[in-house]
């Protein structure tokens, strides 16, 4: 086999999968060791460090691991691995899990994105949250998480899909499941920081559940700092891309705005290649920001004012919205302005948001059991929920676009 | 719409997990003392069993030395005498003494006081389950630290960390450090979040204010019927219960409020609540209430009966909890020498530390020794689950495909395999 070639003579670059030849060695190792030793000597030369019987917490990680039955591998990321699973007690009961990859480029113990989606999904239980039924860890000290079952897809594979159409009304019950999600999140001081189109699963009723909390985090002490570096691109609000430290739930309303443009445009609403044009986007629809529309704006560490007179911009009119979102109405067009607004702190609340007259006004939400939907599969399932924070789906983007390149020191 | 606070802290981890009566918490710490004692008594007689046959071994064959380490500091298994496992008392004496060190640590580590006291309670939950006769303190409340300033997004590196927490006299490795991280989320049931009742005292204190300025408009209950009269109402709060009313000005009111009352309620939190078991039997706002009914009893009271009705049943209740809470806080070693002159207090803290000094030493004596090596453990766990065949056939077939066909690519640019000089076939 590849392993015995003697890999130190080769001019070679080490081939993939090389680093294996560690566990392989330990395992042809304490084969030898084993063998060595005649296995009826066990219980008596048991060494110290094989751990005796199981501790308390263990036997009840394991009672718990013992609850689920993992199936097919629905797919994997760079950091996790999905399988479909189910209850062992009820085969019917499904569920996805999730199995977390130890990262090799972090050092640094069980990863900070694992610790964030468990901490804030245990504590989130909402219907429009995808809900988090067990964490167990295996012996090799993997951590898997068991989701709930979300076969559908989510809501970008929904307005890319050519082959679905969808009204107005449609519309208007996907972006409310996801104005009571935020809400929910906000109402229990958690900042979600990444939302976007793919983040948004949809459950086999067609409830929309938000989900991937990797980046998630409590709101900060009034004064404390948070990294600036968060949300995907398109998502991102300007005072981030300015490089702001302070903020809250604001921030993630921007992005919801976003995916509710998004799915009346079927098209990407600010698309960018690099963080820089991501600004010069926003002011192309939302006009250059002034102390005057945006107090505080020229002290963000980043800001830029404009050269000269002529390279201010204005603010696009009402027609051009009009013109490039009919599907969502006069009523809809105001909701998403507000969440829209360059200053974050003219920006709708979560819960402004959904004591909005868009909601209460023609045409009514369309009732769950008849939204259109993809029908994608448990497969789906496994492209959505292997992502970590900030991976957008191959092909969405040539260009990186990820939110995820973090400085744990400026947290 | 507004979330109810009660319902949404029902639904929280640390009500579901962690919230436990007196009588549950005491039966679990029975539980795990018996377990771990039994499994102390059990392993030290198999290793003294191995050490005397290990020294026959060695006596027939000439050598000497078996082992070095525990030739003038004997530990369980190198003592010959019968093993005197710690109680519960004990344990949670010296629990406590380490939640103190680790509240220092913290501090040497500039974390927050929100990290360092996460980090308190992630010990108390994890020695709910384990007793510390099988891991000691030391070990877990480092990375207890570490995961608690993970947790609560305040990452230090690890090996900024190490450095951080090494002394001349002990060098603290990151493997160290890491080794027993899974079997501290493991107790902790992968549970993070801890609710601290900090921040409301804030809130609630800010709220104080806003009726002492007059500008309360939450909802009212109490007899008084306007902001104004509220203002007016608590202007006369007497300094204590069943004392006389006196009207004080407002800058008195303010200074009663924030500096008489915050200032020692948020110390009561910061130490003494995280050192008992109120987190384990209270919420946070009965919490932040009783600290602040014992700096100032009147006004928590009047407080109480702005937000709800004193007719009510649930109001008579309340008062009873945040007295037992107030209790168990105020009949802390940490808060009854706040009361004492200088020199009772020296001794107070002499027999604290003749105490811990006692148990550290019992310690020694029945700690487990299949779990002294908490890095060597953990290898050997990893190495287990290889060995148990986790790289599954999937796995092992595609990465013998990568294998091969990057073999395939590299033949053909870099050229065959050169043969190897004094290569032997296997």
């Not at chain 2, 001349?168 to 993070?192: C, G, M, S």
């Amino acid at each position: 086999m590849g392993v015995s070639s003697p890999a130190a003579l080769s001019p070679r670059p080490k081939p993939p999968g090389s680093h294996l030849a560690v566990p392989d060695r330990a395992k042809a190792l304490s084969g030898l060791s084993r063998a060595a030793k005649p296995p009826a000597s066990a219980p008596i030369t048991r060494t110290p460090i094989d751990g005796g019987e199981a501790d308390m917490a263990e036997q009840m990680n394991d009672a718990l691991r013992s609850q689920f039955v993992s199936g097919a591998r629905l797919g994997e990321g760079t950091y996790a691995i999905v399988y479909a699973g189910h209850y062992r007690h009820d085969p019917t009961k499904l569920v996805a899990i999730k199995k977390i990859k130890l990262n090799a480029d972090f050092k640094d113990g069980i990863a900070m994105d694992a610790i964030r989606e468990i901490k804030y999904l245990s504590e989130l239980s909402h219907p429009n949250i995808i809900k988090l039924h067990a964490v167990f860890s295996t012996k090799d000290q993997n951590l898997s998480l068991v989701l709930e079952h979300l076969p559908l897809g989510d809501l970008e594979g929904l307005w890319k899909n050519k082959s679905i159409t969808y009204s107005s009304a449609d519309i208007k019950a996907w972006s409310n499941m996801l104005c009571q999600a935020i809400w929910f999140c906000h109402a229990n001081h958690v900042l979600h920081r990444d939302i976007k189109g793919n983040n948004l699963l949809i459950a086999a009723d067609n409830t929309v559940k938000l989900a991937d909390f990797g980046l998630a985090r409590s709101f900060a002490d009034p004064g404390a700092k948070m990294t600036s570096n968060v949300i995907t691109r398109f998502y991102r609000p300007p005072e981030l891309l300015y490089g702001c430290l302070h903020y809250a739930g604001n921030a993630d309303m921007w992005s919801v705005g976003c995916v509710i443009a998004e799915l009346a445009l079927r098209q990407f609403f600010l698309p960018s290649e690099t963080d820089l044009q991501q600004l010069s986007v926003i002011i192309d629809v939302f006009g250059t920001p002034s102390e005057e529309s945006w107090p505080g704006v020229g002290s963000l560490r980043y800001y830029q004012p404009p050269p000269n007179r002529s390279a201010v911009k204005l603010p696009q009119p009402l027609s051009w919205w009009r013109g490039r979102l009919p599907l969502l109405g006069d009523d809809g067009i105001d909701m998403v302005r507000g969440m829209l607004a360059m200053d974050p702190q003219k920006r709708l609340t979560a819960e402004q948001a959904l004591q909005h007259r868009y909601w209460t006004s023609a045409p009514r939400p369309t009732k769950k059991e008849n939204l259109p939907n993809e029908g994608g599969g448990m497969k789906k399932e496994g492209e959505d929920l292997k992502r970590k924070g900030g991976e957008t789906p191959a092909g969405a983007g040539r260009v990186d676009k990820v939110a995820r390149k973090l400085d744990f020191g400026g947290m | 719409m507004k979330l109810n606070e009660d319902d949404l802290y029902r639904t929280s981890t640390q009500f579901r997990q962690w919230s436990f009566t007196a009588e549950q918490l005491a039966a679990q710490r029975a539980k795990t003392n018996l377990q771990a004692t039994e499994r102390v008594k059990l392993n030290v007689a198999r290793q003294r069993a191995q050490r005397v046959q290990a020294a026959e071994l060695d006596s027939t064959s000439g050598n000497s030395g078996i082992d070095g380490s525990g030739a003038n500091t004997p530990n369980a298994v190198t003592s010959d005498k019968e093993v005197d496992c710690l109680t519960v008392t004990e344990e949670m004496t010296f629990v406590e003494e380490f939640c103190e060190r680790t509240m220092a640590l913290g501090a040497h580590c500039k974390f927050s006081d929100n990290v360092i006291a996460t980090c308190v309670q992630f010990l108390r939950r994890f020695y709910l389950y384990n007793s510390p006769m099988t891991y000691h303190a030391q070990n877990i409340s480092r990375t207890a630290m570490f995961l608690a300033g993970k947790s609560e997004s305040e990452h230090q590196s690890l090996d900024h960390f190490a450095t951080n927490i090494s002394s001349e006299k002990t060098k603290v490795t990151p493997e160290q450090i890491l080794a027993p991280e899974y079997l501290i989320v493991q107790a902790l049931r992968f549970n993070f979040d801890v609710k601290h009742p900090f921040r409301a005292l804030k809130g609630g204190v800010l709220d104080m204010m806003s009726i002492a300025n007059g500008k309360y408009e939450g909802p009212n209950h109490s007899i008084h019927k306007t902001a104004a009269d509220l203002s007016t109402a608590i202007h006369q709060l007497p300094r204590k219960t069943g004392g006389l009313a006196a009207k004080a000005t407002s800058q008195q009111l303010a200074d009663r409020i924030m500096r008489e009352s915050y200032s020692p309620a948020a110390q009561t939190l910061k130490k003494t609540a995280a050192l008992t078991d109120v987190y384990f039997l209270y919420t946070p706002s009965q919490i932040w209430l009783a600290a602040l009914l014992l700096a100032d009893e009147p006004l928590v009271l009047f407080y109480l009966s702005v937000k709800m009705p004193s007719t009510s049943p649930v109001y008579e209740k309340v008062i009873v909890a945040l007295r037992e809470c107030a209790l168990i806080l105020s009949s802390h070693r940490s808060h009854q020498k706040l009361h004492l002159p200088a020199d009772e207090q020296a001794r107070m803290d002499a027999e604290h530390r003749a105490e811990v000094k006692r148990l550290i030493k019992k310690l020694k004596l029945c700690q487990d020794p299949d779990k002294l090596d908490l890095v060597k453990l953990n290898q050997a766990q990893k190495r287990d689950a290889v060995q148990g065949s986790d790289l599954d056939v999937h796995k092992a077939k595609r990465r013998k495909m990568d294998r091969e066909n990057f073999q395939k690519d590299s033949d053909t640019f870099w050229g065959p395999e050169l043969p190897t000089y004094g290569a032997k076939p296997a």
